[in-house]
Every structure is written in structure tokens, then in C-alpha cells.
């Protein structure tokens, strides 16, 4: 079994900051990608940044210059700090691995969200 735990979400006053943390627990051979999706309500989930194994990094327009994404890989955790925070930021925000698993089965797993709201 594999488990992705997240952690750091919270109410922010708009130009706040925040600081998300994803930990992945389990039977874990290898994590290739990490990332951070959001759905707002009513929205469709979005990608807003995602991290490889060699840390090359990827970032959705909206967030560029504002948003960090980084990890451990010697803990199996990703975090994304947010800076210059907006209210259209306010979503769930949601942590993602595609890793490999023991006996190395490739998988793409979720973590259970945590609301970050942003207000004007």
C-alpha cells in the first residue's frame, strides 16, 4: 500500500504566504514525478506544478514567480511554497507521485487534499 499525506493548508489573507507538504509512506521502490493539482469548485483539477526525480520543474502560467515546488527525495516528500497569494488561488489542493511500488509495479497515486483559501 502506498499513501500520500498532505499537510500545510489554511485560511491566508491575499499577498500571504503558505507552505504545502505532501509525505508518501508505503512499499515504495522509487518516486519518478511529483506534484501539486488544484480544483476550485466547479472547476476541473489543474496541474500547478510538478517536480522530476532530478528536480527539473514544471508550473502552470498562473502561478510562475510566485510558486515553488521542491522535494526530499530521501524522505519521499514534496512541498510547494506559496508566496504572493491571490484569491483565485483558493482551491483544494491536491499532491500526485507516479512512482514504482514493490515488486515494481508503476502507479499513479493521490493524496487526500487539503483546502487552501485565500481571502481579498
Known amino acids: 500500500q502506498v499513501q500520500l499525506v498532505e499537510s500545510g493548508g489554511g485560511l491566508v489573507q491575499a499577498g500571504g504566504s503558505l507552505r504545502l507538504s505532501c509525505a508518501a509512506s508505503?512499499?515504495?521502490?522509487?518516486?519518478?514525478?511529483m506534484g501539486w493539482y488544484r480544483q476550485a469548485p466547479g472547476k476541473q483539477r489543474d496541474l500547478v506544478a510538478a517536480?522530476?526525480?532530478?528536480?527539473?520543474?514544471n508550473y502552470a502560467d498562473s502561478v510562475k514567480g510566485r510558486f515553488t515546488i521542491s522535494r526530499d527525495n530521501a524522505k519521499n516528500t514534496v512541498y510547494l511554497q506559496m508566496n504572493s497569494l491571490k484569491p483565485e488561488d483558493t482551491a483544494v489542493y491536491y499532491c500526485n507521485a507516479d512512482l514504482y511500488r514493490y515488486p515494481l509495479v508503476r502507479g499513479e497515486y493521490w493524496g487526500q487534499g487539503t483546502q487552501v483559501t485565500v481571502s481579498s
Open positions: 517536480i522530476t526525480r532530478g528536480a527539473s520543474t
Open positions: 508505503g512499499s515504495i521502490f522509487s518516486i519518478n514525478v
